[in-house]
């Protein structure tokens, strides 16, 4: 049974940091493309960043240069780490779950392209 847990979320000034973490169980993680997802009140849920075991690394374009998304396979986890946070970044974040080969480089960023998903972890960023 895949399954998929994201955590690390809280509340923070902005400016501030906070890293996620997505930890797999069910499936050989290495094997996967994982994706973090992160959706606000009232908007769609927008592609933040993206990893894959063939060595694809993409961010959207809001939080290049802020975020780091890595992994531990040994651990089975991935992490998005958060630096210069601001309101903008409020959001529940999910962390999503493909076979790489099922993900093309143009729909990383598609939330229907995933078919596991983690159950989300809430982000506040205070002014």
């Known amino acids: 049974d895949v399954q998929l847990q994201a955590s690390g979320g809280g509340l923070v000034q902005t400016g501030g940091s906070l890293r996620l973490s997505c930890t797999a169980s069910g499936f050989t993680f290495d094997d996967y493309a994982i994706t973090w997802f992160r959706q606000a009140p009232g908007k769609e849920r927008e592609g933040v960043s993206f990893s894959s075991s063939d060595g694809r690394t993409f961010y959207g374009d809001s939080v290049k240069g802020r975020f780091t998304i890595s992994s531990d396979n040994a651990k089975n986890t991935v992490y998005l780490q958060m630096n210069s946070l601001n309101p903008e970044d409020t959001a529940v974040y999910y962390c999503?779950?493909?076979?790489?080969?099922?993900?093309?480089?143009?729909?990383?960023?598609?939330?229907?392209?995933?078919?596991?998903w983690g159950q989300g972890t809430q982000v506040t960023v205070s002014s």
């Open positions: 999503a779950a493909e076979v790489p080969l099922r993900v093309a480089s143009k729909m990383w960023d598609t939330p229907l392209a995933y078919d596991y």
